[in-house]
């Protein structure tokens, strides 16, 4: 039975003011929300600006510089090296043909080289004609047969194998002679105790290889045949990287030019240029490999040029451009890590002389990576505060949901953003942007980068600071997408910087191995002569550690993440151990 016409008319009035109501009180909590971020955000900027941290997007951007005297005002330098995805230097390098390149790992159609038969006896017996006998018990005796696989190899280096394979070697594989040892055992080894008895690391291969590089092959009851993957030579690296050397000369040319403003928009953070990463590694590893083939060749002056093209070039890709991104702070260290590496092995080959090793100290010198880090942790937050500020809250979830490769933008997911983002108060984005701002507000205090002093305590701190930051809550449900990996950010950096520092030091200890015969007793006898001033460790400021081995080397190591000194024992990360020279 239906109600009568006045009573239709009240329960669609009673609906009508219901729906009223409620439409006013949404209407009133909107705006009671974005009122309170709008003034949170607003009392939020004056308290930083009393306190002398600027959340100025516009303060950040660089002023422009002339074409004529800008690095990047130099055509190929803007598309070799800026943007993000495979293209730019690597298209050059990966035009190049290189019929010598053995694959990036070790397969069963990797080519493999013998260089070494390994005779099975026991103790007493005559070893066979040509062969060199060495007792298995003999604590001597792995070192003597690592001397015997070295000579019969040649030299060798780690290579980049992303460009040129496993690694180098000075020799074609023609002239290798394989070696011939006699092992004398009370029992026979197992191919796992021989592969321990002849390391991989006696070839100064990658370590990163899937597989071993030094391979046992069965070849008769008590024999073995020891191979190895066929190694790129230095005459087939220098070949195919010859031809990039107009290349490398246009690049030595545009940096002497004064500025450096990569070109593009810098009004929004989310499209300001930055730096190429894997044009960046490319050109450096390529450049690596160079020097490693003038290492091997004797060549130190050659191989000192081909580095400070690496070291030069950080400058005005990655260390000049403001405003500093993560990116650009990451790639710094990584690119400066992989040149002191590269100066290691010049150390390990003894390849270098006096004139080069007083320029490459001059260049260490000036090496701060920590710099660029802290930076990259000021200005950040301004951006980002900055894109949630000015960026409507549709196009915000979209550019989230884009960010992540593995989620799918279809049709449903853009319905879900769209109405997310009707409903999101635009107070709430705004109280995000305080919780961030908040957050780095004392982000200066856990880096000292002119003293060269990291706080490991205070950042470890600040990341569980962050890691409680609930991602449920309104005014912190954004937060998480715009707060990087801190820790390991500064782990990587503090790593990659104390290994620059001790490169410094290796550089100045070889001067005096050449100018004394051996290494000093302690890093005192470097000063003044050999370096002014001995650094001090990132972690906790003290002395690097030093001793001078029995074996004519030395030990060098800084204290590591944990702030305990270990003995120099390494760790399986960053954050363990001691940070031990070499790599």
């Known amino acids: 039975m239906n109600p009568p016409p006045a009573n239709r008319w009240r329960i669609l009035r009673r609906c009508l003011v219901g729906g009223a109501v409620c439409l006013t009180l949404i209407g009133l909590f909107y705006t009671e929300e974005n009122w309170r971020g709008r003034r949170a955000l607003d009392e939020c900027k004056r308290d930083l600006a009393s306190r002398g941290i600027n959340m100025d997007w516009a303060q950040c951007i660089p002023a422009p510089v002339p074409t004529d005297q800008n690095f990047f005002g130099v055509p190929q330098m803007q598309s070799w090296f800026v943007g993000r995805g495979p293209e730019g230097w690597n298209d050059l390098s990966r035009g190049l043909s290189a019929p010598f390149y053995p694959g990036a790992s070790i397969d069963s159609n990797t080519p493999r080289l013998l260089v070494a038969e390994v005779a099975i006896g026991l ?38 194998r992303s460009l040129i394979g496993v690694g180098l070697m000075l020799r074609r594989p023609a002239e290798v002679q394989p070696a011939r040892i006699f092992l004398q055992c009370q029992k026979a080894p197992t191919e796992k105790e021989l592969e321990e008895f002849l390391p991989d690391s006696i070839l100064h291969a990658d370590p990163g290889l899937p597989e071993r590089v030094l391979k046992f092959e069965p070849h008769g009851e008590g024999a073995y045949h020891v191979t190895m993957p066929v190694f790129a030579t230095v005459a ?36 300001i240029p930055i730096p190429n990463f894997q044009s960046m590694r490319s050109l450096s590893q390529g450049l690596g490999a160079r020097a490693q083939c003038h290492f091997l060749l004797g060549q130190p002056e050659e191989a000192l040029r081909d580095l400070t093209v690496i070291n030069d070039l950080c400058r005005p890709v990655l260390e000049e451009n403001q405003p500093m991104t993560l990116v650009s702070a990451m790639i710094d260290g990584a690119v400066r890590g992989l040149y002191a590496s590269q100066i290691a092995d010049g150390l390990r080959l003894h390849a270098w002389r006096e004139p080069q090793l007083a320029a490459l100290e001059e260049q260490l010198k000036s090496a701060n990576v920590l710099a660029p880090l802290q930076q990259s942790f000021q200005h950040e937050p301004v951006g980002d505060c900055r ?17 992540y490769p593995s989620v799918k933008i279809n049709g449903w997911r853009e319905l879900k953003v769209s109405v997310q983002g009707a409903l999101l108060p635009r107070g709430w984005i705004y109280q995000n942007s305080v919780t961030i701002a908040e957050l780095f507000a004392d982000i200066r205090g856990l880096f000292d980068s002119a003293n060269q002093l990291v706080f490991p305590e205070k950042i470890e701190e600040f990341a569980k600071r962050a890691n409680a930051i609930s991602p449920w809550a309104p005014y912190s449900c954004l937060v998480p997408l ?63 550690h030093y001793r001078r081995a029995a074996d004519g080397t030395f030990v060098l190591y800084s204290i590591g993440w944990s702030g305990r000194d270990g003995g120099g024992l390494r760790g399986k990360s960053n954050a363990e151990g001691d940070w031990v020279w070499p790599e």
């Open 123 to 160: 103790p007493g017996t005559a070893a066979p004609a040509g062969a060199v006998a060495l007792r298995w018990d003999d604590r001597a005796a792995p070192a003597q047969a690592a001397a015997l696989l070295t000579n019969a190899i040649g030299p060798t280096a780690r290579a980049p």
């Open 236 to 271: 087939e690296c220098l070949s195919w990287s010859d031809g990039l050397a107009p290349q490398c000369a246009l690049i030595r040319q545009a940096m002497q030019r004064p500025h450096a403003r990569m070109q593009g928009s810098y009004d929004r953070p989310e499209n």
């Open 387 to 403: 894109l949630l500020e000015t960026t409507p809250a549709t196009p915000l979830l979209r550019l989230f949901a884009q960010s």
């Open 482 to 544: 715009f707060t990087p990996n801190v820790l390991k950010a500064s782990q990587t950096t503090a790593h990659n910087q104390t290994l620059l520092q001790q490169a410094l030091i290796a550089c100045a200890l070889e001067r005096y191995r050449l100018a004394h015969g051996q290494y000093p007793e302690t890093l005192a006898a470097l000063s003044p002569q050999f370096l002014a001033e001995i650094p001090h460790d990132i972690i906790g400021g003290q002395p690097p």
